[in-house]
């Protein structure tokens, strides 16, 4: 499922990410890389135990906690703590596949998560940098994607994807992982789509019609099938 998330941080949360990271300290991206794709990135990081990538990071988990969409497409069990990192004119990262598990530090205790979907949140406008696309490759074709600030896509971690090379001014966004309460793709997506039509349907009908009751009947019963927790 490839899905884009508009306006995820509200106005002021966007301006407080933009000017904290501006006055940033920025390391070698390659720290949180695994041993092959480290070969191919070449971009700066937040460092991932420094204040300001902690304080950020709680921004965005508070985003995602009340974000209806993102709760829906991804069914959270464990989301990493959000990441942040700069591509400045030259940087770039080559096609790669992100570490199917990854080892996380969750509420002072040491634990992993199993990386189902990847998230991208865009903190830098389009307009404000050349270059710079997430770019998806999926069974020979390849999806480009640069959204405005603020905005943020998914996709499955299981897809190839790079970067382009920025050719001007400077790609900043954050980046983490989630592990799904759901971990097969085409599951989470009939999930998806089923709530998205009950969603509709208790617009129109309202929550106590018989037919908005009994598909609410049914997700909350394949949710308990397929539900690991």
Same mark, same amino acid.
């Given at each position: 499922?490839?899905?884009?998330? +508009?306006?995820?941080?509200?106005?002021?949360?966007?301006?407080?990410?933009?000017?904290?990271?501006?006055?940033?300290?920025?390391?070698?991206?390659?720290?949180?890389? /695994? @041993?092959? &794709?480290?070969? !191919?990135?070449?971009?700066?990081?937040?460092?991932?135990? &420094? #204040?300001?990538?902690?304080?950020?990071?709680?921004?965005?988990?508070?985003?995602?906690?009340?974000?209806?969409?993102?709760?829906?497409?991804?069914? +959270?069990?464990?989301?990493?703590? +959000? $990441?942040?990192?700069?591509?400045?004119?030259?940087?770039?990262?080559?096609?790669?596949?992100?570490?199917?598990?990854?080892?996380?530090?969750?509420?002072?205790?040491?634990?992993?998560?199993?990386?189902?979907?990847?998230?991208?949140?865009?903190?830098?406008?389009?307009? #404000?940098?050349?270059?710079?696309?997430?770019? @998806?490759?999926?069974? /020979?074709? #390849?999806?480009?994607?640069?959204?405005?600030?603020?905005?943020?896509?998914? =996709?499955?971690?299981?897809? $190839?994807? !790079?970067?382009?090379?920025?050719?001007?001014?400077?790609?900043?966004?954050?980046?983490?992982? !989630?592990?799904?309460? @759901?971990?097969? #793709?085409?599951?989470?997506?009939?999930?998806?789509? $089923?709530?998205?039509?009950?969603?509709?349907?208790?617009?129109?009908?309202?929550?106590?019609?018989?037919?908005?009751? &009994?598909?609410?009947?049914? =997700?909350?019963?394949?949710?308990?099938?397929?539900?690991? $927790?």
């Amino acid at each position: 499922m490839l899905l884009h998330i +508009p306006a995820l941080l509200t106005a002021d949360e966007l301006s407080h990410c933009r000017a904290t990271l501006k006055n940033a300290q920025w390391t070698d991206g390659r720290e949180t890389a /695994g @041993i092959q &794709s480290a070969k !191919s990135k070449n971009n700066l990081q937040l460092p991932r135990d &420094s #204040e300001a990538c902690r304080e950020l990071g709680e921004v965005v988990l508070r985003a995602l906690g009340r974000n209806a969409l993102f709760n829906s497409a991804v069914l +959270p069990y464990r989301v990493s703590p +959000p $990441l942040f990192n700069r591509y400045d004119s030259g940087m770039s990262f080559g096609a790669h596949v992100d570490n199917a598990i990854r080892g996380i530090l969750a509420a002072g205790i040491h634990t992993r998560i199993r990386t189902d979907v990847s998230s991208t949140l865009f903190l830098a406008d389009p307009d #404000e940098y050349d270059g710079g696309e997430l770019t @998806i490759h999926t069974n /020979g074709n #390849e999806q480009a994607i640069k959204l405005p600030a603020g905005d943020m896509v998914l =996709y499955p971690t299981t897809a $190839l994807h !790079s970067v382009t090379p920025v050719t001007r001014g400077s790609r900043v966004a954050a980046f983490f992982w !989630s592990q799904s309460m @759901i971990a097969e #793709e085409s599951r989470r997506q009939i999930m998806f789509d $089923l709530d998205m039509q009950v969603t509709l349907l208790r617009e129109r009908l309202g929550d106590s019609d018989p037919a908005v009751l &009994s598909l609410t009947n049914i =997700y909350h019963n394949m949710m308990r099938q397929w539900c690991i $927790l």
